[in-house]
């Protein structure tokens, strides 16, 4: 650690980005730069139901491509799983792995990009910067509005033993290209699709609010998986909010509506590029050990924290805050700036209560006296305390949790 600020910061992204309704149906055309010969889709059985896996093989099939799929993926996926895939990938040796899913299929498909080629153990790699060099080339395409792992440095298993998540961090863990078709989203349910648009706005809320770069107190040569508050990431964070402020409710309720598909589509994949450049920070410190040990989705337990981290921050983030609110479309007018800061957690509050994501941890199955362990091992994520415009102590972190009790 250094106490001298860092003077730069830099901006990471997807090798390349495509966006648009129909866009999946390219996808050999897109492949075209690896000529690959085999590919293996990384997937679960519910989306091969939904037919989307058809969609997206269909094209490949008819271009020569040879498509294996392991269909074994779950939500939240377990250390387990990512280790069956990577067993189907040594059988196929593929040339490029293709991730059709929510995160939670994508997040698979990247860590056996990465093991399938620097060998050894899952864990070796579960931190920041473990990956020594380029990975298997790897796709990712998302049929949630959320996660933006499509785009991210990230990739997230659960740890069953420890009942706690685990990250692996690395610029080589960005796709090589994300294929976003909104259409592949038509078919989300109702639940998921909260779930997961209450995700992708908790990051971009994270992303906008965090610790600048320039006040990150680590050193320049350090490693660190986040760039802090930068101008870029604040951008695409506010276009998404924004998106996110019009189109997730409609999206929840009216779920062949296209345009707010579109919409959440455009807006988690931004929210994706905000998070991963600049910051996520202690609404997800929180949810990594409730998700693991109350099995709850990674967008439930966020949505559910996010008002009251909010509260806890808001203080620190007067501005950002009365920004938020406008982009949610809460009407701040003649408010002062701290009355008008205090609508973004109204509006949050809104739209969180509209969509159904549980409003305690009691509603997830939470016992009080599990509190204080949950404040302990988020706590022990110095990373994303860092990254919290306002320092938590471990007990503040413990009131943040009682009040959403
Ligand atoms: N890598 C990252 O940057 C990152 C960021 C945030 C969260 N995550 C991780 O992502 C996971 C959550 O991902 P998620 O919220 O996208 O949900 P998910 O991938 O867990 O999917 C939830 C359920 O919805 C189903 N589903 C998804 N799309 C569907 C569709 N179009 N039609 C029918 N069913 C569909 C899936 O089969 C699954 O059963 C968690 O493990 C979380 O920790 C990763
Ligand atoms: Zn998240």
Redesign the pocket.
């Known amino acids: 650690m250094s106490d001298s600020p860092r003077h730069f910061w830099s901006f990471h992204s997807a090798g390349r980005i495509v966006f648009g309704s129909d866009s999946a149906l390219r996808l050999p055309d897109f492949l075209q730069r690896w000529k690959p010969h085999r590919v293996l889709i990384v997937t679960?059985q519910?989306?091969i139901k939904?037919g989307?896996v058809d969609t997206v093989i269909a094209p490949l099939q008819k271009s020569g491509v040879s498509a294996s799929v392991f269909d074994g993926?779950?939500?939240?996926?377990s250390i387990d799983v990512a280790l069956s895939a990577l067993e189907m990938a040594k059988r196929v040796q593929p040339e490029v792995i293709v991730g059709v899913?929510?995160?939670?299929?994508?997040?698979v498909a990247?860590i056996v990009s990465n093991v399938f080629v620097h060998g050894g153990s899952l864990c070796d790699y579960f931190g920041y910067d473990k990956i020594p060099g380029p990975i298997l080339p790897l796709v990712c395409l998302?049929?949630?509005s959320?996660?933006?792992?499509e785009v991210?440095h990230?990739?997230?298993l659960?740890d069953t033993a420890n009942q706690m998540?685990v990250s692996t961090l690395s610029q080589f863990l960005r796709p090589d290209l994300a294929v976003v078709d909104p259409k592949?989203?038509?078919?989300?349910?109702e639940r998921?699709t909260a779930?997961?648009g209450i995700?992708a706005l908790t990051?971009a809320i994270e992303a906008l609010t965090a610790t600048r770069f320039d006040e990150l107190n680590v050193s320049v040569n350090e490693a660190f998986p986040y760039e802090g508050k930068q101008p870029i990431g604040d951008c695409l964070a506010e276009r998404a909010i924004e998106l996110i402020g019009r189109h997730l409710i409609k999206a929840v309720h009216e779920p062949s509506n296209l345009e707010a598909r579109e919409g959440m589509s455009l807006a988690a994949t931004m929210a994706?590029l905000a998070f991963?450049n600049n910051a996520v920070a202690i609404v997800h410190a929180l949810e990594y050990p409730l998700?693991g040990t109350l099995h709850c989705?990674?967008?439930a337990g966020n949505g559910l924290l996010l008002p009251h981290v909010m509260k806890f921050n808001l203080p620190s983030r007067i501005p950002e805050f009365h920004r938020i609110a406008q982009l949610l479309g809460e009407n701040v007018d003649g408010m002062s700036i701290e009355e008008g800061a205090k609508q973004a957690i109204a509006g949050v509050e809104r739209i969180s209560r509209k969509i159904g994501i549980p409003q305690r941890i009691r509603d997830l199955g939470g016992k009080r006296e599990q509190l204080p362990e949950f404040a302990s091992k988020s706590f022990a994520i110095k990373r994303l305390m860092l990254l919290n415009p306002r320092q938590p102590t471990e007990s503040d972190l413990l009131s943040i949790l009682e009040a959403a009790f």
């Open positions: 679960d519910i989306l939904a989307i993926g779950e939500p939240e996926p899913g929510g995160g939670s299929n994508m997040d990247k998302p049929t949630t959320g996660t933006g792992s991210s990230a990739a997230v659960t998540k592949l989203t038509l078919t989300c349910p998921p779930d997961s995700d990051h994706g991963s998700g989705s990674h967008g």
